[in-house]
């Protein structure tokens, strides 16, 4: 199934990619700027939710910073989360265990594995998903110049450090 399919086969009633030739080597301050932008132009909105980490370098630094433009309150590490209109209880890890708190709508999550698996798509979704399309942004669209998205911070190098172990 094609990537941009599986999450309205899952059950989300609409997608939105932001797509525009100028994000290919975009920084994570760009691209809070362009999912900042994107958001407030589409609209309101109850939760947000991100992953606990990014998946390239292995940090939070967009959901932070989206929650900080945003000007949101931020719950790290969740693990389970229940909805009563805009309210939310919600299950944060913490070293020994975990917390219960709760908090009102508009909010920003990041989630841990914890929170479950995604549900599986049925016939029924992936038939529905077939005839739905993703609603395309370019950064004019929301609002945005490639003035806007010029990188903060410029990799030099990348490299893995030689070991200072003699092999024997």
Known sequence: MDA?????AMGA???VLVDDPLLSQIDSAATVKVLSAAIAKDGPFDLILGGRQ???WD??????GLAEVLGLPL??????LELDDDLVTLQRVIPDGYQ????????VLTVTNELGEPRYPNLRGIMQASRKQA?????EDVGLSDTD???KLEIKKLYIPESNEKSN
């Open 13 to 15: 009633d609409r997608l």
């Open 135 to 139: 609603e395309i942004f370019t950064l």
């Open 4 to 8: 941009m399919k599986k999450p309205l």
């Open 59 to 64: 940090q939070a630094h967009v959901i932070i």
């Open 149 to 151: 998205i010029i990188p």
């Open 75 to 80: 719950v790290s590490l969740i693990q389970k």
């Open 54 to 56: 990014a998946s390239d």
């Open 100 to 107: 219960v708190i709760s908090a009102r709508c508009p909010l």
